[in-house]
């Protein structure tokens, strides 16, 4: 099932801008590898599912693949053939706000080359431009 | 415990907009220099640059103590404590140091190491590393470069908690001894996707007060 909320104050929200740089969430953090964007954007719940799908399926079950995203945006569109007005349109999808440096997915317990085919198959999924991190190092 | 980097370092004025402040800060960037700044031991704090160059060596050879050569002839021996990256962690935008003493007692990171193959993983498990790096405190001249952990008991439901680590003499770890460290799980199921036509989330309302009560 596709990433949503479980409670929300408001069901619609403005589509909105996205603008600057990620300052959260721009390191990898729970695993040893990650799926950084370079571009800003938003992704759909369906594709963060559909990345994850080809993520465990790569990995086979060796590792442990975080999803660093969440979808908390709301799409709204109205339908085809529809005269203008009469307000907005119904919920279409869910969405993640991203920006550039978000770390979309983390990979760890696999080799840097395992994960590297995997990122690959994975950013091959999604809307932004993405490049691969490794954890930063510590001092 | 990893030798000590020796950088050379130019002072600032902290002035605001001489030697400190973002548009300072960026001018020296262009210049292939990274604005940094020591404090610590009740003295004011200095703001300082040094080259990227020397800072790249120091991260290399993963020092945590440092020696700073000012323009004076005065040396500093401080301590990295905190780096700031850009935002896709490929440039260092700042550098902050912490002035120690050698037999001074101090609190720091030090990455966790994972030594030899869990039998787990060939049982079918999934090795999981929750911490990379611990905070321990020891004394300034006696970090350890990193903890060794030996995974090679850890068959599959095993963990290695913060508690069972074998440290350093004088090395103590801080936060919760119950930390899990690292641990084999078994492997997840793969759950299929459903699909949810019509689920949409629950709307909060605000509780309405009645005007009678």
Sequence with gaps: MPLMPKRVKFRKSQKGRVRGNATRGNYVAFGEFGLQSLEPGKISAQTIEAGRIVGSQSIKGGGKLYIRIFPHKSVTSIPAETRMGKGKGEVEYWAAVVKPGTVLFELGGVSEEVARATFARVAYKLPVRCRFVSRRPTL | ?213
């Excluded at chain 2, 030594?115 to 787990?120: E, I, L, V």
């Excluded at chain 2, 680590?165 to 492997?187: F, N, Q, R, S, Y």
Aim: some cysteine; charged content about 30%.
């Design chain 2, 1 to 213: 415990m990893s030798e000590v980097a020796k950088i050379r370092v130019e002072l600032r004025d902290p002035a605001k907009n001489k030697g400190t402040g973002t548009k300072f800060s960026r001018k020296l960037r262009k210049q292939g220099r990274i604005p940094a700044i020591i404090y610590g031991h009740k003295q004011t704090p200095t703001p300082i640059s040094m080259t990227r160059d020397s800072v790249w060596e120091m991260i290399k050879k993963k020092t945590h103590l440092a020696e700073l050569e000012m323009d004076g002839g005065a040396n500093e021996t401080v301590l990295v404590r905190d780096i700031q990256w850009d935002h896709l962690g490929k440039e260092i935008i700042h550098l902050d140091f912490a002035r120690v003493s050698a037999g001074e007692s101090i609190e720091t990171e030090v990455p966790v190491e994972l030594r030899g193959t869990a039998p787990g993983v060939a049982e079918g498990g999934v090795l999981e590393q929750l911490v990379h790096a611990i905070e321990v405190t020891c004394r300034a001249d006696a970090i350890p470069d990193n903890i060794k952990v030996d995974i090679s008991e850890l068959h599959i439901g095993k963990a290695i908690h913060a508690k069972e680590l074998k440290l350093p003499d004088g090395v103590t770890v801080k936060g919760d001894p119950e930390a899990l460290i690292v641990h084999v799980t078994t492997k997840a199921l793969e759950t299929a996707a459903e699909p949810a036509e019509g689920t949409q989330p629950e709307v909060i309302k605000p509780e309405r007060k009645d005007k009678d009560e």
